[in-house]
């Protein structure tokens, strides 16, 4: 699986949009990139999945250029229950994802 | 939205005892996983299980864990002597099956197992 590569941390305030930049330099072909989300104390969520261009879904839209060595994960108008890690995945669709491998993510804290 | 269960939320036992942790995976879903994230670290892969039988799993996962399916409903991830080590969140996961809708796993909320 492709390795990713995500900020440690960001800060952000409530209403404010937040961009997350996940790079992953040695996407294969057949590699999709998916985001999950994480509480403390809790399972990971998943938020927004894509293969190109861009994909919006009611909580975040993620945009992935051309060359899809990267994505970024944008969040509209955060809210304090925003603060969270998130995580960018990249696996083979085809073969079922049965290994998701999750990196250190990106620690997101919104202040009010 | 439908949800994977743990059980027990919290699991405290002794170096060396059996442990055997819970899940009821969402019923349409054909595939289970087991994670781990030790407290500040990583969300860790453990093993994958598909049509009673496991599908991959990683290094973590050696001779002291084992996992079952034991009627329609239940999965679960037995650690046969624990370790300190083995202090962590479990989280069990389960997503439809391959093809195009199985990219989304459901996790559940986890049980923290703490070995003394």
């Known amino acids: 699986l492709a390795k990713t590569t995500q900020p440690i941390s960001m800060d952000s305030y409530e209403g404010q949009e937040v961009n997350i930049t996940c790079s992953h330099n040695?996407?294969?072909?057949?590699?999709?990139i998916t985001w999950y989300q994480q509480f403390p104390s809790q399972g990971p969520r998943f938020i927004i999945q894509?293969?190109?261009t861009k994909v919006t879904n009611e909580v975040a839209s993620l945009f992935i250029p051309a060359d899809r060595k990267s994505s970024t994960l944008s969040l509209p108008r955060v809210s304090l229950s925003d603060t969270a890690v998130y995580y960018c995945l990249v696996g083979d669709r085809n073969t079922g994802f049965q290994k998701l491998v999750f990196g250190t993510g990106t620690r997101l804290l919104v202040s009010p | 939205e439908p949800e994977v269960t743990q059980t027990p939320s919290h699991q405290v036992t002794q170096m060396g005892q059996e442990v055997i942790l819970r899940c009821v995976p969402i019923s349409n879903h054909l595939y289970f996983y087991w994670y781990r994230q030790i407290l500040g670290q990583k969300v860790e892969f453990l093993v994958s299980?598909?049509?009673?039988?496991?599908?991959?799993k990683s290094e973590i996962f050696d001779d002291q864990f084992s996992v079952e399916r034991p009627d329609g409903s239940n999965f679960t991830l037995k650690i046969r002597s624990t370790k300190l080590e083995d202090s962590a969140m479990y989280f069990c996961?389960?997503?439809?099956?391959?093809?195009?809708?199985?990219?989304?796993?459901?996790f559940g909320s986890g049980t923290q197992l703490s070995v003394l």
């Open positions: 894509g293969y190109k």
């Open positions: 299980f598909y049509n009673n039988e496991i599908s991959e």
């Open positions: 996961a389960s997503s439809e099956g391959h093809g195009p809708s199985n990219e989304k796993l459901f």
């Open positions: 040695n996407i294969a072909t057949n590699d999709y």
